[in-house]
């Protein structure tokens, strides 16, 4: 087998890059992972978590009950925090709080104290991917 030349490697690199380019980019990043929940009321729950190793960036999409609702990273005592801004859309300062494979939903009216639950709406647990087959069959 022949060695090949720098001037066709060069090319051959050149052409990818611009396939890549052309393709809307180079790498295309995994997007983050719908996370289910059930609730002890039946009701479900899901979270797309985004940017989690960095806590100024971390959010939430978190749907429940047919509504999406995005919270960001917020101080806690203890667990994961994430707090909504109040909107046109939901009108409450929603709390997600995590603590391993539990998570609650709740509502405050001081976003900013840490060490309230704030009102409960729901307390859900994390669904894994053996409880999904398990009642699915």
């Known amino acids: 087998m022949k060695p090949v030349s720098p001037l066709v490697a060069a090319g051959l690199l050149g052409a990818a890059f611009m396939l890549s380019a052309a393709s809307g980019g180079g790498r295309v990043a995994n997007s983050p992972a719908v996370v289910p929940y059930v609730c002890e009321d039946g009701r479900q729950a899901s979270a797309i978590y985004e940017h989690g190793g960095d806590y100024l960036h971390a959010k939430v999409l978190l749907t429940f009950e047919g509504r999406t609702t995005e919270l960001e990273a917020a101080p806690t005592l203890y667990g994961v925090r994430y707090r909504s801004e109040p909107s046109a859309e939901e009108p409450r300062t929603l709390l997600w709080s995590l603590r ?38």
Request: proline share 5%; net charge neutral.
């Open 100 to 137: 391993g494979e539990r998570a609650a939903l709740a509502e405050t009216s001081d976003p900013n104290d840490v060490t309230s639950d704030g009102r409960p709406i729901a307390r859900c647990t994390r669904l894994r991917t053996a409880a999904l087959s398990a009642s699915a069959g």
